[in-house]
Each structure stands twice: as structure tokens, then as C-alpha cells.
């Protein structure tokens, strides 16, 4: 799929560190999982990279747009998308950034609090609400946590408010599932709070099934299943659970939209050990935790790499950033090997990296520059 | 020593989140450090905090730089200092950039590599060099690593090559000890590394004692000692070891000189809990791990805070950023009581945040802006 990034780089040669998205696969991964999952509307999570032709190719394809901020609704903007295509979906919103984009015509927001839903009440009048429910992440390759959602039996309760208040929550709380939906724990938490929904007063409008880190994934070292496996798991969690009552389905794909559409390539800066006996390379890119890789933290997310030497003899290395921070090391328990031969100035391009990479990057920490983003 | 800070919040009120930094702290940390060491070369780690108005005030000051990369030697260069007043000491540096910094008229470069030395006596010829060296790391606050430095022997051959390499390293390996002075175990280990240069064939001409980190503190939650305790240990550690033929010392602090000299004001975005009967309140704060906060990376550096309702009645909370990012949680594991009546809209202020705050910060992840900074 990223055979085109591939001749770019060859035929461009762009300073590193650079990161180049392919937007003919962001927009076929847009048109695969709308043929997978119809009934969905797919809000895309523009967090995962807010590239302004990211965001126009997905608009023209018919897009939704899940935001965090009203930086992030008026990138959206910019292209040209009309609000009602727009999702305030972050749980944590200043009431003043709020009444903001009720102003701009944004009905759509989420909340997963009782602190929320009365800022929600007090300057979005009518707007329609979302809540957040707390889920198992089970098999998740970023460490997720409870910081969104809350339980089942809050989210009943709090429903409840929103219509009292005037808001538009006519029925049951929604899903945030950031779990895998094909890991059993995913499924079967996300199948108990959609019973909890069920006994609500009417049936539900919106079902909204983020995909938070670790939903809908891209594909990094580990094998993940087939995004046609996590959409029919999907789709077959909603009919069971649903019938042919099928209520409005959000989706907010934003890694599995632009992960694989991105590759990074970097360069080898130095390759040394710490000793004469040193087990292990050490070996230091122009780019590390702070430069875009920010999603190593914990060496949880484990990237594959390509060098121009691969296919020749490999050794284990540490795998670092070029900062003066002890901090900016990629991998050293995870075990990597690269080739032996490998020699500062050689290239290593670094796959997947189209989600949570130029965003995540540092103004300018030790004085490098943000990781620079090419879409072609 | 913040009180002009809270005057200038109390009456400029800023928009939030915003550091403020008081630039005669700053002066006023390197004055004492240059009393308390007067035989040692201060080189403001620049990556702690790069703002043109603390590296003009440390200028006029009389201070030195160490420097990470050539974006960072252009910002010292653009306050009018001298390059003889500039060290390379990233021991992680493109050859290109060796080469710009050294026909700009840097001639201090640091190493811990052959590679790295091969590339100095390529592009840098006749230039100072020194070499880092692997120390013990106990009881520092952020956590360290093996990043940096070599092994003591490998230093050794590394000096002897760089000599008959042509460059400016007649003497004993310098010395990074980025753990603290006063705690046992580096003191002792930092007089081992240095009775191996003892044995080099000249004496030493160059000692770095870097502040990487842990070095030099700034004050977080944990009692810290006091920067004169931690120099009366240096400076009699260079007495024990050197005695009356002293070499040229030189010391690299960053989190000392600005750390306590800032304070960042935020504000609660809101107050939360999961379920009906959660022990712990969340609360959400307009600044995060990805704005700012990144040394909470782990929970390891703890910082204190302060708000308007302080000496009232408190309770436990998890405390997170404002990013739709489950990873962007300051404190959770730690355990941090606020007050029971905190709301959103309440200021927060974040102490000792003047070191690695603004230049972590991401360019705009999740569309919010980077941390603004305020010098006076």
C-alpha cells in the first residue's frame, strides 16, 4: 500500500526526519470501512492528524469529523465542511469553548459527567448529547485508562438529566469502546452496558463506538486482526443487540484511518556501545519521543522499521531519540535488531506512523524542529 | 521567592495555561552558584528553557551555554554571546552540524563514541573535546538511563584516540554525573571514574559535572536538598580528588537556574467522578502531559500545586490533562488531595515549572495550542 511513499522518498529525498501520508490510503481505509460497516456514520477522530488534506480528501469523501477543541473545529472549518458534520467529542470542554461552537452551529457533544451535562445545559441549549461509558480495554497496544466515561448505571442517571435539562438525549447512553471489539472482554462489557441502555426509557438514537487507541487499529509490530474482522465484529455486536431496531451508529475511526497511510523515515545519527563488551548497538535517530514518537512511552507501541541494508546480518540495539534527555530512548527491553552494518547517515524508515506522530511532536525540544508532515 | 509572579497573575491575569518566569530568580540562582563554585565554568543547559529573555539575562550575567543542536546554538547566537562562550554538548550530533557549529566558531564539543569522535576529527580538527562517562544514577527524580556516557576504560581509549586524532583532549575524561552529588553511591562512583582519568596521561584539564537531570534539583513535592549542599559536595569532591592542581571545571545546570524561577497557571475544566460512590474526584486541568507537563511522564516528578481554596477541606483526586488521551494523566497513582470544593473555572498554579515545560510541549495536539510563557 505505501509502495508510492516509497518512490517519493527515493525520488525526493526530503530532509529527515519527515513523515509522508499517502492520501489515496487514507482515503480507500474511509471507503472500506463505510462499505463494512454502513449503517455507521464515521465521525474521523481528527486528533489522529489534523493535516489540512487529510482532512479535505476525507471531507470530499464524505466524512464526519470527531473534535477535542475548537482549535480542532475550526481546522475542520477551514476546509470548508459544514458544521452539522461536526462532533465536539471530548468529554472535557471549557463551558467557554462550548457556547463557541454552538455558536458556529455544532450540536453534536459528548459528556460522561453531571458537571459536564450542566455547562452542556447552560450554553448549548437543545443540542444533542452523548455519554461516555466506562469499558474494559482488554488487548489494547496503548495504555488506555478510566480517564473517559463512566459506569453504566451514572450514565442512566445522567441521561436522564440531559432531557429534564432540555437537551437532546432522548435515550440510551452511547459506547465508548475502546477496547478491541473481537477480544471476548471488548465485546461482552460493551454487550452489559448496551443491556444497562436497553432498560432506559426509549430506544437508542445514538450508539457511538470510538475508537480511542486500540478500537479500530493500525498495524505496528504485533499482528492485529483485519479491520473487516473488527467491523463484522461490530456489525454483529449491534444486530444481536439491536435487532432490526437498529439505532443511529457513530463510529470515530482516527488510527485506523492514517496509521498505515503515514511512514516516517528518519536517519541514523550514531551507532555505538557503552563499552568494549557491549551486548547491544546503541543506535540514535534524528527522531525520538519528542519529535513525533511519542507513542513509545512504555515501549508501548512498537513500530516496524525498514532500512536500506535490510536482508544482511542483524544484532540487538537500544533504539534512541537525538535529545539530551535520558528520557528519549524508543526501545531498549523490547528487542529490535537492525544490521550490523548500519552507519550514521543511513535511512530508517519507520512504518505506520501516519496517526499520533506530527501532533504529538515537541515545539522545539533541544532546539530541533517539529516533525515535518508531506502529503501526497 | 515567586511572590512577584502571584502579583503579576493576580493583576495581569493571563489567559490560562501560561508559565510565568521571574527572571531575577534566574540571575539571582546562577549569582549563587558562581559564589558557591567559583572555580567551575557555569554552561546553562539551554534545552531547560530556551526563552531569548533568560538566555539575555544569564548573558549579561556572565554565564556560558551548553548547547543540544544547531537550532539551540543559533538561539544563544541570536543574544548577541560570544561562540567561545557555546559548547556542543550533545554527544548525539549530525557530522553537517558538527560542521556548521565548528565554522561558526564553536570549538567545545562533547563525546562518549568513537563514532562521535570520528566525526569530530573530520569536520571539527583542533577542536576542545571531552568525553562523558557512564556514572550511577541513584536517587534522582526523573529517570535516567545509560543514554549518555561510556564506560570508564572505553573513556580512557577514547582520549588517547582523540589525541592522535589531532584534537584538543590532552587530559583525563570529564565527567557527567547526572545523579546527585550528595547521595552516596554517585559521589562514590563519580571518584571512581575519576581516579581512572587519574591514570590518563596528563591531568585533567576539562571535568564537566553535567546537571542532566537529578543534578542540580529544583523543588518538587520531595525534600531536595539545597543547591549549597549540593555544591559544598561537589567542590569537596574536587578538593579530595585533585587537590591543589585543580582542573578547569566546568558545570552544565539547567533545572537549578530555572526550575523554581516559573510557575504555570491553569485552570480546572472540571471536576469529576466515574460513579455514584468513586472515592477519588477526577479533575481535569486545561494543561496536560502533552502542553507542558511531560516530566509527569510516570508520575515521577511531582509537582506542588496551589489554588485559591487552599486551607479548606480536601479529598483525593486523580489529576489529568485536557486532551482526549487516555496516557494524558498527571497523577494517579500518586496520591494528591485537593480541595472538596474546587469547580470548574478555579485557577491552579503549578510550582518550580520553569525547567522542561515550555519546550515539551506539542506543537497542538488534540488542536490545543502550545504552553505561552511570560518572562518578568
Redesign the interface.
Known amino acids: 500500500m505505501t509502495e508510492r511513499i516509497f518512490r517519493y522518498l527515493r525520488e525526493q529525498q526530503p530532509e529527515t526526519p519527515c513523515l509522508v501520508v499517502d492520501l489515496d490510503v487514507v482515503e480507500n481505509n474511509f471507503r472500506r470501512m463505510r462499505e463494512l460497516l454502513p449503517a455507521a456514520h464515521i465521525f474521523y ?3 489522529a492528524n ?1 493535516a489540512a488534506q487529510i482532512l479535505a480528501r476525507l471531507a470530499t469523501a464524505g466524512s464526519k469529523f470527531d ?9 475542520v472549518q477551514a476546509t470548508g465542511v459544514a458544521v452539522d458534520r461536526i462532533s465536539f ?7 467557554k469553548d462550548i457556547a463557541w461552537a454552538y455558536q458556529q452551529g455544532v450540536r453534536l457533544f459528548a459528556f ?5 451535562l450542566q ?1 452542556l445545559a447552560r450554553v448549548a441549549p437543545g443540542a444533542r448529547v452523548f455519554c461516555r461509558v ?1 469499558v474494559d480495554c482488554g488487548g489494547a497496544e ?10 453504566p ?2 450514565a442512566k ?1 445522567l441521561l436522564r438529566k440531559a432531557k429534564e435539562w432540555g437537551l437532546d438525549a432522548t435515550a440510551s447512553p452511547s459506547m465508548s469502546a ?1 477496547s478491541r471489539p473481537t477480544s471476548s472482554n471488548g465485546t461482552r462489557r460493551w454487550a452489559r452496558s448496551r443491556r444497562c441502555s436497553s432498560r432506559s426509557p426509549k430506544r437508542a438514537s445514538i450508539c457511538a463506538w470510538s475508537t ?2 486500540g478500537g479500530f487499529p493500525a498495524r505496528y509490530r504485533a499482528e492485529v486482526n483485519s479491520i473487516e474482522a473488527y467491523c463484522e465484529a461490530v456489525g454483529r455486536a449491534l444486530v444481536r443487540h439491536f435487532g432490526n431496531r437498529m439505532p443511529e451508529v457513530i463510529i470515530e475511526p482516527g488510527r485506523s484511518m492514517v496509521g498505515d497511510a503515514g511512514v516516517i523515515q528518519s ?1 541514523v ?8 563488551n557491549d551486548r547491544k548497538r ?1 543506535v ?1 535517530l ?1 527522531i525520538g519521543k ?1 519529535s513525533g514518537l ?1 507513542e513509545t ?2 515501549e508501548s507501541i512498537k513500530y516496524r522499521l525498514r532500512t536500506g541494508r535490510d536482508g544482511t546480518r542483524v544484532g540487538p540495539v537500544v533504539l ?1 531519540g ?8 524508543l526501545y ?1 527491553k523490547t528487542e529490535y535488531k537492525m544490521p550490523l552494518s548500519l552507519k ?2 543511513d535511512k530508517v524508515e519507520i512504518l505506520s506512523t501516519g496517526a499520533y506522530t ?13 516533525l515535518k508532515s508531506i502529503c501526497i
Chains 1, 2 share one sequence.
Open positions: 477522530a481528527v486528533k489534523p473534535t477535542a477543541s475548537r482549535g480542532e473545529i475550526e481546522l467529542g471530548n468529554t472535557i470542554k471549557k463551558e460522561d459527567s453531571e458537571a459536564e455547562k466506562l496503548w495504555p488506555l485508562s478510566k480517564k473517559f466515561g463512566c459506569a448505571e451514572m442517571d475502546a480511542w487507541v536517519e545519527v550514531l551507532v555505538s556501545r557503552k563499552s568494549a546503541w540514535y534524528d519528542f511519542a512511552m512504555g534512541a537525538p535529545t539530551c534527555d535520558s528520557a528519549d530512548i531498549e550514521p547517515g506530527t501532533t504529538y511532536s515537541s515545539v522545539a525540544f533541544n532546539g530541533f524542529a517539529p
